[in-house]
């Protein structure tokens, strides 16, 4: 059945199901495409706001993507909780930085979200 469950805890939970939280994860600077969403944009539904951007974007490629991955190595009891804008590090090579981490219960481990990017060796994009 349905039990009641804090405002808090929904947006701890969220973290572990790859939903993203407006101001957190996703501001007015993310598109669809860059945060996984391009799937609510209906293209075909005639004009609107921002169409020919997100197109473009479309045909030219993202340049980051909204990621959700699992700390490895990580003990919840020793190790400090990450809370956000720790940078993701990929190969070695910095990636781009987390927006919203928490412990996934399900999944027994800590959880990120964030935003990755390909950097060259001096940082850029």
């Known amino acids: 059945g349905i039990k009641n469950a804090g ?3 929904l947006r701890h939970l969220r973290i572990e199901n790859f ?8 501001n007015d600077r993310t598109t669809p495409l860059e945060s996984g969403r391009a799937f609510r944009v209906k293209f075909d ?9 997100l197109e ?18 990580y003990d919840v009891n020793l190790d400090l909780w990450p809370w956000g804008n720790e940078p993701i590090y990929r190969n070695g090579r910095y990636a781009g930085l987390t927006t919203t981490c928490g412990y996934g219960f399900a999944l027994d481990s800590m959880v990120c979200l ?3 990017s ?8």
């Open 7 to 9: 405002y808090y805890a």
């Open 19 to 26: 939903f993203a939280y407006w101001g957190l994860d996703l």
């Open 45 to 53: 539904k005639g004009d609107f706001i921002g169409k020919a951007a």
């Open 56 to 73: 473009k974007q479309r045909d030219e490629g993202v340049t980051k993507r909204f990621v959700h991955f699992q700390l490895e190595n």
């Open 114 to 116: 964030g935003f990755v």
């Open 118 to 125: 390909d950097f060259d060796d001096d940082g850029n994009e």
